[in-house]
């Protein structure tokens, strides 16, 4: 069974940095793609940066050259590095997967390509 656990998150000023973590247990075949999204009240869950089994990422416009995706494979953790966040990265984070024939978006994961959720965790930015 999938499970998805994630950790970090937080509160920050804008200009501030956080990473968070999510940690995957689990894993049905050794191609994949890992994700995160994030989600206010009110709209749709957005992607955020995709990395695949091969290393190749991708991300949303708006968190190109702020955020980087990672990944651990021996300790099969995604990871999401925030820098010179904003007010408007305040969202409700979350990790996703998808293994075995995965469909890799360049301009951005999205979230009906995904069946393995984390359970979220909120990102607050300050101005």
């Known amino acids: 069974q999938v499970h998805l656990v994630q950790s970090g998150g937080g509160s920050v000023q804008a200009g501030g940095s956080l990473r968070l973590s999510c940690k995957i247990s689990?894993?049905?075949?050794?191609?994949?793609?890992m994700a995160w999204f994030r989600q206010v009240p009110g709209k749709e869950r957005e992607g955020v940066a995709s990395?695949?089994?091969?290393?190749?990422?991708s991300y949303v416009d708006s968190v190109k050259g702020r955020f980087t995706i990672s990944q651990d494979k021996t300790k099969n953790i995604l990871y999401l590095q925030m820098n010179n966040l904003k007010p408007e990265d305040t969202a409700m984070y979350y990790c996703a997967a998808e293994f075995g024939d995965y469909v890799f978006r360049a301009s951005g994961p999205q979230p009906g390509d995904f069946d393995y959720w984390g359970q979220g965790t909120q990102v607050t930015v300050s101005s």
């Open positions: 689990g894993a049905t075949s050794i191609r994949y793609c």
């Open positions: 990395i695949d089994n091969d290393g190749t990422t």
